[in-house]
T-cell receptor, first 114, second 111 residues
């Protein structure tokens, strides 16, 4: 596609349920990032993929959070046993490995845990 | 990656130039300056980047001081749609590690 696509755009879930968030990066972009942004806060890095491997997972807040990427393309971020503090906008970005490496962001998934 | 310092907020009159400063006094020789912005309820948008020469594209101009310790993003004719949070980031070009976003500058363009 023309840009980074994320789905769903909005998700409301009950506390304790698991959720999966999806990111389709720009075709050919080998680097992929997940960030989250709580209401009124800055962007918090979660994880970075280079191809299908994740050399930097330092931002994942707990073991309830995991992410995978298959075929060097689509990525899913999974949150298990969701808590209210997980409510945030989850943003995905992709970039080329070569060149300036500017990242292009999707519109995000707004997660609300009730 | 080097740390950046930006003013928390700025105002600009519509149609005038908006000049957004950024200090990056610890920048390394191989680190680029990147600018992004985030309009309310949207994902961040790449604006421009540079190493040591001034850069211009269809969105903005980037002026980097000779010692590279600071830079200024210039929006030549600000519109109401330019109201956003502007982030200055430094990192090695092609370094596909994480982008570290600070608090940025909230630019309010006023009619």
């Amino acid at each position: 596609g023309a840009g980074v696509s994320q789905s769903p755009s909005n998700k409301v879930t009950e506390k304790g349920k698991d959720v999966e968030l999806r990111c389709d990066p720009i075709s050919g972009h080998t680097a992929l990032y997940w960030y989250r942004q709580s209401l009124g806060q800055g962007l918090e890095f979660l994880i970075y993929f280079q191809g299908n491997s994740a050399p930097d997972k330092s931002g994942l807040p707990s073991d309830r959070f995991s992410a995978e990427r298959t075929g060097g393309s689509v990525s899913t971020l999974t949150i298990q046993r969701t808590q209210q503090e997980d409510s945030a906008v989850y943003l995905c970005a992709s970039s080329l490995l070569e060149g300036a490496g500017e990242a292009f962001f999707g519109q995000g998934t707004r997660l609300t845990v009730v | 990656d080097a740390k950046t310092t930006q003013p928390p907020s700025m105002d600009c009159a519509e149609g005038r130039a908006a000049n957004l400063p950024c200090n990056h006094s610890t920048i390394s020789g191989n680190e680029y300056v990147y600018w992004y912005r985030q309009i309310h309820s949207q994902g961040p948008q790449y604006i421009i980047h540079g190493l040591k020469n001034n850069e211009t594209n269809e969105m903005a101009s980037l002026i980097i001081t000779e010692d590279r310790k600071s830079s200024t993003l210039i929006l030549p004719h600000a519109t109401l749609r330019d109201t956003a949070v502007y982030y200055c980031i430094v990192r090695v070009a092609g370094n596909t590690g994480k982008l570290i976003f600070g608090q940025g500058t909230t630019l309010q363009v006023k009619p």
